[in-house]
Structure formats: C-alpha cells, structure tokens
C-alpha cells in the first residue's frame, strides 16, 4: 500500500536568506564603512524586529506583576503562559515542564543546589571536559558535599567525546551525567541519546546543556528522554534568558530552595521573585519568528513545531554549505590550525562554529583586526576552560571562534576569507 505524504512531509524549499535578514534591524550597521558581519552568533545572536516590538510592546501596554486581580497583571499571565507554550513546542515537551530564568547559567547552580541536596559521599557525578563551564562548576561545586567528580576526556585529534572514556566513567554509584548537546568551542555535536542512555541504565540522571546547539538543530526532549535541558533564547534569537525543560516527575521530585509565599507547584516552584516578563514576551515572539521562517521554507506545514522544524531543515542546508565554504577556505591559509572536525564527510557531527589559531599571530590581534574591518567575531576560552585548557592554547590566549547562523551569507564568508588572508599577509 503506497502511504500518502502528508503535509508536514513536503519536500523543502531553501531558505529564505534575504528575507530572514531583512527582519534582523542590527544587520544594518556599518564599522568603519563597511557592513557588519556577526559571526558572534555563538556569544549571543541578533533578535528580529518582532521579538524588539514584543519587548516594547509589554512595557508600554502590559507591564505588571503576575497573578494580581487586574487587566496588565492578567495580560502579563497570559503572556508567561503563551511563552511556557512556544517553549514546549521548540523543545518538545508539555508547557509546565518549561522553566525560565535568568540564564543558563543560573538555572544549572539552582538545579545542582536542589538535586545536591540529597547527596553525599558515595555518590558521583559525570561531566565531560568538552563542556562549557556552565555545566561543569555548578556540578563541581558538589565536591563540598563529599560527592566525586568524574570528568570524560575528548580526542584531541578531532575534538569529540571519548564515548568509550565516558562510559567507563559511569558506574553504579553515579546519580548524574551532565553533557552538552554541542560544544560552543570546538562545534562538536555529541550523541546526547547515547549519554542519556549510559546514564538511565545506571540509574543516572541526564542533564543536557543545549546553549549552543539550539541555533543549529531541532530539540526534541521526549526522543533524547533526558531528564534535563537547559537553553539560552539569547543564543537563538530571543532576548537575554535561559530556559530548562524538567521530565514532569523530576520536577516535582527534587525540592526547590526558595521564599515560602511561592507557589509548591510546578513549574512555578522553579521560578522565584519576579521574572523579567518583558524578556518572557520576546520570548514567544522568538519561537514565533522560527515559525514563520519554518512556513515559509514549507508553506504546508500546519502545527508550530512542525514549522519549528521546517525552519530548521531549511537552515541546516544553509549553514552547511557555508561551513563547507568556510572550512575548505580556512584551511588554504598558511599557517592555520583548526581545532575539530574538518572532514566534510564527517559534518553531520559538528555545527558551524569553527576556531582556529594562525601561526604568530594572537587571536586578540586577529579578533581585533577583524573588527576593524566589521567582521564580528571572538578570541579567548568563551568559559569552555577545560577544551582550552586541555589543548594547551589558554595561555596562549585560546583561539578565533568564527560562528555562523542562519542569517549569515555566503558573500560574508568569502568576504571573511579574504579579509583573514589579508591580515595574515602583512
Ligand atoms: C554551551 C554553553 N553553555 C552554557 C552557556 C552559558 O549560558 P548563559 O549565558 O545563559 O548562562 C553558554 C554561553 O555562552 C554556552 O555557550
């Protein structure tokens, strides 16, 4: 019997380059006469024009404090609950195991506070040394209470995850395994299914930095059955927040530290004093924007995460033919190293975030020149402390992060490769 496609499943178009930068205002700006490139996508991302109205747009008809017995306060209500909702599409999940907070960061120390609560000697955590220190300190810090860290090493050679020295690591005694879905350094995308799976059948617990894969890849929470999952909207078009996704049953089973006035319910019991709602407006605004770009790559899809990944589909074509671009190009110029992988046979496991060191010259001094010339990009460790650390390149400054995004153009990145050549020339 042939099956019908359904809508959801129509062949997609590419995606809509000029009409995506066209919604980003800050794409505009000139440095020193020539246009700006943001390839600092993975230190924070451009938000579009509906995402700033949606921020605005509170502040001047709906500010006010939640669950008060008025309009602004019941319009600010609303407006946390549409967020909750667009985040458990983008992730996958059900509204109430949504979870804002100021960032990453801060969610990961409150969650690592309330599940550290029960342990103690005896008990061990995994984390891995590929990950940004958001997932690694908050986990550490456990050490006080007696608990064993056990950190999973990565080939030096291509920068991935030493799956065989992660799964030794794990043993009875561990109670958690913190990974991170891709690496804000050196762009590896990691088996986060395969972790979660080591983890479960030791009777571990999963948590999943998502920060820098989000802009590249489509979440889905229920598939990868983690218990955790901690995103940054700032990292994908939003504003300046970080979200967890908690399983239901986990949420509900470790007890939050927090003022007694404050709901026992869940997610609420999560969140304490008063959030930043203009950013949780922007934040609906944001998952909406995905949407839009996802309809009008496959203008048949119906539900939003069905658009949600339309989107995505859409600008993983993208972005891997510029990553193509960019690496091969890269690695034509005289003394560069590339740290991970740059087998384009193998760029399925890795997103578009590339560093690279150039022999005599200090990544500052390549960032800084790059600058001047509008080309947005970052030196240093960006907290990724380990990977540098590891690979012997933190005191020397660490490398040049190149990140690109969906609203990045094939024109830039020629456009980088000559600059680069030229600043390596002098
Ligand atoms: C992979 C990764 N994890 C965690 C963080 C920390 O996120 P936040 O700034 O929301 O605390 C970052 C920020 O750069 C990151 O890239």
């Given at each position: 019997m042939s099956v019908m496609p359904t809508a959801e499943q129509t062949s997609s178009t590419a995606l809509d380059v000029a009409w995506a930068r066209a919604q980003?205002?800050?794409?505009a700006q000139t440095v020193n006469g020539q246009p700006a490139v943001f390839f600092d996508g993975p230190g924070g991302t451009q938000v579009p024009q509906q995402v700033i109205d949606a921020i605005s747009d509170y502040l001047k008809r709906d500010n006010a404090n939640t669950h008060g017995a008025y309009q602004t306060s019941r319009n600010t209500d609303r407006i946390v609950d549409e967020a909750r909702a667009a985040m458990a599409d983008f992730l996958n999940c059900d509204p109430d195991e949504i979870v804002f907070g100021a960032n990453m960061t801060s969610l990961t120390f409150a969650m690592s506070r309330a599940i550290g609560r029960d342990l103690g000697p005896g008990d061990e955590i995994v984390l891995t040394l590929l990950d940004h220190d958001a997932n690694f300190s908050p986990w550490k810090a456990l050490e006080e209470k007696g608990v064993a860290i056990r950190a999973a090493k990565f080939n030096e050679?291509?920068?991935?995850?030493?799956m065989a020295d992660l799964a030794s690591k794990?043993?009875?005694?561990?109670?958690l395994v913190a990974v991170g879905y891709a690496s804000n350094a050196v762009g590896t995308i990691n088996d986060v299914g395969e972790v979660v799976r080591l983890a479960r059948q030791a009777g571990a617990l999963s948590y999943i930095d998502a920060v820098h894969y989000a802009p590249h890849g489509p979440i889905d929470v229920r598939a990868v059955d983690c218990d955790f999952l901690v995103c940054s909207t700032y990292k994908f078009f939003g504003p300046h927040m970080g979200v967890l996704y908690g399983k239901r049953a986990r949420l509900n089973q470790f007890r939050p530290y927090k003022v007694r006035p404050n709901t026992d319910e869940t997610p609420g019991s999560w969140e304490w004093g008063t959030l930043n709602h203009e950013c949780i407006a922007g934040i609906k605004a944001c998952v909406d924007y995905w949407a839009t770009l996802g309809r009008r790559a496959?203008?048949?899809?119906?539900?939003r995460r069905a658009a949600i990944l339309a989107a995505h589909e859409a600008i993983h074509q993208h972005e891997r033919a510029m990553l193509q671009k960019m690496i091969s190009g890269l690695l034509t110029i005289p003394g560069l190293k590339l740290y991970g992988i740059t087998d384009p046979r193998r760029f399925d496991n890795r997103c578009a975030t590339i560093v690279v060191r150039i022999e005599g010259h200090t990544p500052l001094e390549l960032a800084t020149k790059l600058g001047e010339r509008g080309f947005f990009t970052w030196d240093g460790n960006y907290y990724a402390l380990n990977v540098t650390e590891q690979l012997d390149v933190e005191r020397l400054g660490g490398f040049l992060r190149i990140g690109l995004l969906h609203y990045n153009t094939m024109e830039e990145v020629e456009r980088m490769l000559a600059a680069l050549r030229e600043i390596v020339r002098r």
């Amino acid at each position: 019997m042939s099956v019908m496609p359904t809508a959801e499943q129509t062949s997609s178009t590419a995606l809509d380059v000029a009409w995506a930068r066209a919604q980003f205002p800050a794409l505009a700006q000139t440095v020193n006469g020539q246009p700006a490139v943001f390839f600092d996508g993975p230190g924070g991302t451009q938000v579009p024009q509906q995402v700033i109205d949606a921020i605005s747009d509170y502040l001047k008809r709906d500010n006010a404090n939640t669950h008060g017995a008025y309009q602004t306060s019941r319009n600010t209500d609303r407006i946390v609950d549409e967020a909750r909702a667009a985040m458990a599409d983008f992730l996958n999940c059900d509204p109430d195991e949504i979870v804002f907070g100021a960032n990453m960061t801060s969610l990961t120390f409150a969650m690592s506070r309330a599940i550290g609560r029960d342990l103690g000697p005896g008990d061990e955590i995994v984390l891995t040394l590929l990950d940004h220190d958001a997932n690694f300190s908050p986990w550490k810090a456990l050490e006080e209470k007696g608990v064993a860290i056990r950190a999973a090493k990565f080939n030096e050679s291509d920068c991935t995850l030493d799956m065989a020295d992660l799964a030794s690591k794990i043993n009875s005694r561990t109670r958690l395994v913190a990974v991170g879905y891709a690496s804000n350094a050196v762009g590896t995308i990691n088996d986060v299914g395969e972790v979660v799976r080591l983890a479960r059948q030791a009777g571990a617990l999963s948590y999943i930095d998502a920060v820098h894969y989000a802009p590249h890849g489509p979440i889905d929470v229920r598939a990868v059955d983690c218990d955790f999952l901690v995103c940054s909207t700032y990292k994908f078009f939003g504003p300046h927040m970080g979200v967890l996704y908690g399983k239901r049953a986990r949420l509900n089973q470790f007890r939050p530290y927090k003022v007694r006035p404050n709901t026992d319910e869940t997610p609420g019991s999560w969140e304490w004093g008063t959030l930043n709602h203009e950013c949780i407006a922007g934040i609906k605004a944001c998952v909406d924007y995905w949407a839009t770009l996802g309809r009008r790559a496959q203008p048949a899809v119906t539900s939003r995460r069905a658009a949600i990944l339309a989107a995505h589909e859409a600008i993983h074509q993208h972005e891997r033919a510029m990553l193509q671009k960019m690496i091969s190009g890269l690695l034509t110029i005289p003394g560069l190293k590339l740290y991970g992988i740059t087998d384009p046979r193998r760029f399925d496991n890795r997103c578009a975030t590339i560093v690279v060191r150039i022999e005599g010259h200090t990544p500052l001094e390549l960032a800084t020149k790059l600058g001047e010339r509008g080309f947005f990009t970052w030196d240093g460790n960006y907290y990724a402390l380990n990977v540098t650390e590891q690979l012997d390149v933190e005191r020397l400054g660490g490398f040049l992060r190149i990140g690109l995004l969906h609203y990045n153009t094939m024109e830039e990145v020629e456009r980088m490769l000559a600059a680069l050549r030229e600043i390596v020339r002098r």
